[in-house]
């Protein structure tokens, strides 16, 4: 029997290529839980500013990321005028949970948890953590065959966002705010264990199909090769990748790892590897990184801008003449920001 569903939603946050994907799978292994899958409907909010949502949100949002047709939701079983965002997301998330456990995965929240706190009073929030390095030489690799990780100051969204995470969580803490926090390390070597940890948190039964991938459902995992180890049948450490991190981006993480450990007493974060000699970063440095992160933050809020208001007919031609293949390499980009994160 199904545990009646929580007053609020489930979010499962973590930077891009940090395991979200596979934590999103085992997680939805169990009956009790049907999270969507980056469905990000929060970075489209301003559609429902004023309380006057836009009469074509739905279409809008499809254009985004094509969350509608990927988790097969019925928009005619959708408000046409939804007071507001929550309301419109939870009526998405309940259409399909079907009565379990409701919510969203999403790498795009790692900055963003005290405001989808404000937005949802009850919800829940599972973060993942990864060694920053590995995180890094993920997304290089990812690069090869994603425009989205291609594009210029992914990285640093990353080694920047790390610590804005950290800043969430313990303002998550503070405010009593459920949070549950794993690590990536952890539930590759022990699954059984670190589900078993997060069904205490969300107080339903652990289900052993939550250690496994067999038989998982994947349907609105997008199809792009960084996703093709989520999509196996098996759950392991794939052997370190041949993209090597470029030394100027190796040797700032390091920095940042040395501050933070200064910082923390050693303490966080819990996996990495630092030489004992590294020198922290200075000041001079976290304040230029600060602003270029800004900027880099502001470019993807005004994207999410452009979505919800420029005339749809121009998104459309704009976004068909970008997914031309190239005359190079035959290869068709794809412009939408929020799609293939993890």
């Known amino acids: 029997m199904k545990q009646s569903p ?8 973590g930077i891009w290529r940090s395991g979200t994907s596979l934590l999103y799978t085992l997680l939805n292994q169990n009956p009790q839980i049907a999270l969507t899958y980056e469905s990000d409907l929060f970075l489209l909010r301003l559609l429902f500013r004023g309380g006057k949502p836009k009469t074509d949100w739905l279409e809008r949002w499809e254009f985004w990321n094509n969350a509608l047709t990927r988790h097969q939701i019925d928009p005619g079983q959708l ?3 939804p007071a507001n965002y929550p309301t419109a997301a939870t009526s998405v998330w309940k259409q399909y949970a079907k009565g379990s456990l409701y919510g969203d995965k999403s790498p795009n929240y790692f900055d963003s948890m005290p405001a989808l706190a404000r ?17 890094c030489r993920s997304i290089v690799q990812a690069s090869k065959g994603s425009s989205f990780f291609a594009k210029r100051g992914i990285t640093h969204r990353a080694l920047i966002g790390y610590r804005k995470m950290k800043r969430d969580c313990d ?3 503070r405010k009593g705010i459920a949070l549950h926090q794993i690590h990536y390390e952890e539930m590759i070597q022990s699954p059984d264990l670190v589900m078993q940890g997060i069904c205490w948190f969300l107080q339903i039964p ?13 349907s609105a995992i997008y199809d792009a090769p960084q996703h093709s180890a989520v999509k196996s049948e098996k759950i392991g450490i794939k052997p370190k990748s041949d993209a ?3 030394e100027e981006l190796r040797a700032k993480i390091a920095r940042y790892i040395a501050f933070w450990k200064k910082q923390s007493d050693g303490a966080w974060p819990l996996y990495s590897t630092t030489a004992g000699d590294t020198v922290p970063v200075g000041i001079w440095e976290r304040a230029q990184d600060e602003i270029y992160f800004q900027g880099l933050r502001a470019f993807d809020r005004f994207t999410a801008l452009v979505y919800c208001y420029a ?9 068909g003449a970008k997914s031309q293949p190239s005359v190079s390499t035959g290869e068709t980009p794809a412009l939408s ?3 293939n994160h993890d």
């Open 6 to 13: 929580s007053p609020g939603p489930i979010f499962v946050v």
């Open 79 to 81: 408000p046409l005028a």
């Open 119 to 135: 937005e949802f009073p009850h919800a829940r929030f599972i973060v993942i953590w990864r060694d920053l390095a590995d995180t």
């Open 171 to 173: 303002v998550l803490v």
């Open 206 to 218: 652990f289900d052993p199909r939550m250690a496994s991938l067999d038989g998982a459902d994947r």
């Open 244 to 246: 090597a991190l470029p």
């Open 311 to 319: 005339p749809i007919a121009v998104l459309r031609r704009y976004r």
């Open 337 to 339: 920001q929020a799609a």
